[in-house]
């Protein structure tokens, strides 16, 4: 039996790694551990929250005594991190809060993992999930024409330039995990993934946002000229290459995960109004109207493109998806649950985008 400890599960990229090892490892304890913040929902997991492997614990990363007496209690040997505030925009008005999850929660799971391990390595993993966004911005220098948009993508070699107080955040909790496994030999994994999209995902990031107004005829707000790049993986992907890392992977180790997969904000636009109006039955071209330039984002990144050679040929993992098709899949999922999103989009949620956008 292996226990595997899981934080932020019911978030989006969580609840699909928890959902892929609940099913696909009858044998291991999976214990789900998340604050339920605003981006926390246990409606993610309602396919598998009665199953005999799972549990669920609610507790802050931050709390360094609960994280001592869970490792303990569930007698644990592996952690796989996810939990963290992770939205760009919330961070730029309040970056304390992602200095404290995402730093400090990471050093107190950290410290929590090594005290209950007390050096006996043996069997132990603790993998923490990151970003690309922790090296920077690079070059738009092709911008016209085909993919990729400049000559230069992020390896595990590049050296970490993070703009956005989200990205250096996560830039130092990355640099915390590697100096556990440098300093006390904790057998550590990091990733670096591009941006996630699939069911899910809470309606403050680019696709289901731009969905949801949609199917409301709510202006869809464009930073800048929509021109920045994005390198796009559909979650299940990125939850796929998680089981083979968290497995494979060797310790102390850095892997890219991404899926060559680079668009500009304002074509992924115009993809996802395409497919909505076709599946809600509209001429082509009706929400085109509502795309809106508003004020660019602060510091905004200009292009995010992912090398992920290393993943494909030391532990043979690739993307499953292609991107037409994991659009249409995500498209249709939004509009076949729209009980979770008007769940999560009443009460808190309206008053933050209305203050968020009424700046714009
Ligand atoms: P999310 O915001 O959807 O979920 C985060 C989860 O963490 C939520 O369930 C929340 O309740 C929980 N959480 C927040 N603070 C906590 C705390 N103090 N204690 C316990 N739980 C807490 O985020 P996501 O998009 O699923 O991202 C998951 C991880 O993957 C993050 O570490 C993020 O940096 C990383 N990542 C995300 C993307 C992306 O495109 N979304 C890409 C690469 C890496
Ligand atoms: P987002 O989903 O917030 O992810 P990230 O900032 O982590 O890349 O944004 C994706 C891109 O879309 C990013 O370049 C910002 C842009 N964007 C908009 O143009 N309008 C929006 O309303 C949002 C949320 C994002």
Redesign the pocket.
């Known amino acids: 039996m292996k226990n595997i400890l899981i ?8 609840s699909h790694v928890v959902r892929l090892f609940v099913n696909k490892y009858p044998e291991y304890r999976i214990i789900n ?5 605003y ?3 246990l409606a993610n997991l309602k396919d598998i929250e009665d199953k005999p492997n799972y549990t669920f614990v609610k ?4 709390d360094f005594d609960k994280m001592c007496a869970l490792m303990q209690q569930y007698d644990i040997d592996g952690v796989i991190h ?6 760009v925009d919330r961070s730029i008005k309040d970056p304390f809060t992602f200095a404290r ?1 995402n730093v400090l ?1 990471t050093l107190s799971l950290l410290q929590a993992a090594r005290q209950y391990w007390n050096g006996n390595w043996e069997g132990k993993r603790f993998y923490h ?4 966004e922790v090296y920077g911005a690079l070059e738009l220098d092709k911008p016209e024409g085909e993919a990729p948009y400049g000559s230069e993508f992020f390896l595990e070699t590049t050296k970490y330039n993070p703009h956005s107080p989200y990205s250096a955040s ?1 830039a130092g909790s990355d640099h915390f995990v590697r100096a556990y496994h440098d300093t006390y030999g904790m057998p550590t994994l990091v990733t670096n ?4 999209y699939g069911p899910y ?2 309606p403050e ?1 680019l696709i289901p946002l731009f969905i949801n107004n949609i199917r409301h005829g709510k202006p869809l707000p464009v930073y800048g000229k929509g021109e920045n790049v994005r390198d796009w993986l559909y979650v299940v992907d990125h939850a796929r290459a998680i089981d083979v890392i968290f497995h494979q992977g060797k310790t102390g180790d850095t892997y890219n995960i991404g899926g060559f997969n680079e668009w500009k904000n304002i074509d992924i636009v115009k993809v996802v109004i395409k497919t909505v109006d076709r599946l809600l039955g509209n001429p082509e071209g009706t929400s085109e109207k509502l795309i809106t330039y508003v004020t660019d984002r602060a510091g905004h990144d200009l292009r995010y493109a992912i090398d992920s050679t290393k993943l494909k040929t030391e532990l043979g993992w690739e993307p499953s998806l292609q991107f037409e098709e994991g659009i249409e899949k995500t498209v249709r999922w939004y509009l076949d649950n729209q009980e979770w999103m008007d769940n999560i989009t009443s009460g808190e949620y309206e008053k933050y985008y209305e203050e968020m956008y009424s700046e714009k």
């Open positions: 934080t932020g599960g019911a978030g989006f990229i969580g551990l998340d604050a339920l913040t981006a926390g929902n507790a802050d990363i931050c996810l939990a963290a505030e992770s939205h999850t929660g999930i990151s970003t690309d996560k993934c591009s941006n996630n995902q809470f990031k």
